[in-house]
């Protein structure tokens, strides 16, 4: 049988950069039953299907540095719905269960109804999207339609001037507002909506939000401003931790943590006292959950990256245009994953700032955030 594997003595995973396919008889444990270097499963795919946006956030995509000189994935090297199909079906056998359609704005993909509708077709998937929003008032009847079941939408601020400024001055509240209702209308609940949180940029509007959407079926979830890419210029200082908000938070409403839906939950969990629902707060710079990350990443041109702070990825897109078996990429991602060393969050030095040099890490618009 053909496989596709690893020169012995290959490493992977963050620094991934040496795949080569040859023939060989090597035997791959069974499918299913993939552990990393770190005994982690393999449990979430997070789809990025396009890596362009129409927002410019400066602690992703930031206008002034991105300029002219970014060259986007060119469109005929983006997957089609049925090579995302097919690649999400190898990882299902691997063990995956839950997909995350994301991008940048997988709303810009005029198929993505198609992409939803193929991947919804793949039997027992937990199957999610995650948008900005500004599309979402005209597609979400579309999307429920084609399968999709939760969506998560990101909007940082419901203060006008705030939010112009985090969306790089493309962003209206508005906007976002009507997608989450379209969102409501359509079915797709829980809607959870995602707030990076900046020191100094919209810290001041958190309790805003939370004071519209306690009580709704919309469950806010704040994130610590991670330094994903090379390009948003990230400082230590401008993170405004987990607890500081927790504690902020809780001056204005009793607060009391949760148990964990699953296990590898990203985020923790917090109910209200008074039983008007729950928010959710995402640690990654404060609490990194490394130990506990069972997520791989495809981009839009089938690559996978195994961390999101990964410089390379390897291409999938290659072997399986070229007329691999099933067989064939399966063995090519259990050897990736049986690889993977990735804990890059528990590692981060303090008080570091981001070099961008030729080397450095892929955007997080690229790989999926
Ligand atoms: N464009 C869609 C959106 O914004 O929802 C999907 C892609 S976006 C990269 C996915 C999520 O990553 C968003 O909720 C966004 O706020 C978050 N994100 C982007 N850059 C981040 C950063 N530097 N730190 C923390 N979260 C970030
Ligand atoms: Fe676009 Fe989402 Fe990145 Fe903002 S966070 S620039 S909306 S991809
Ligand atoms: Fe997973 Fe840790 Fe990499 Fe984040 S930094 S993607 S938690 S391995």
Redesign the pocket.
Known sequence: MTQICLKPNTRLAGSVNILVMSRTVTQLTSPGDVRDTWERPLHDLRISVIDRCNYRCPYCMPAEVYGESYKFLSRQHWLTPGEIKRVAGLFMKLGVAKVRITGGEPLLRKDIVDIVSSLSDLPGLDLALTSNGTLLSRRAKELKAAGLRRITISLDSLDEEVFNEMSGGKGDVSTVLEGVEAAHDAGLSPIKLNVVVQKGKNDHTVLDLIDRFRGSNVIVRFIEYMDVGTLNGWRLDEVVTSAELVEQISSRWQLKPAEPNYRGEVASRYLFEDGQGEIGFIS?VSE???GD?H?ARLSADGTIYT???AKNGISIREPLRAGASDADLVGLLQNLWRNRI?????QRGKGKTIEKTEDSRIEMYRMGG
Do not use: A, Q
């Not at 990735?342 to 528990?346: A, C, F, I, K, L």
């Open positions: 990654s990194p959950f490394c990350c997520r961390c999101l702070f990735d804990r890059y969050s528990e």
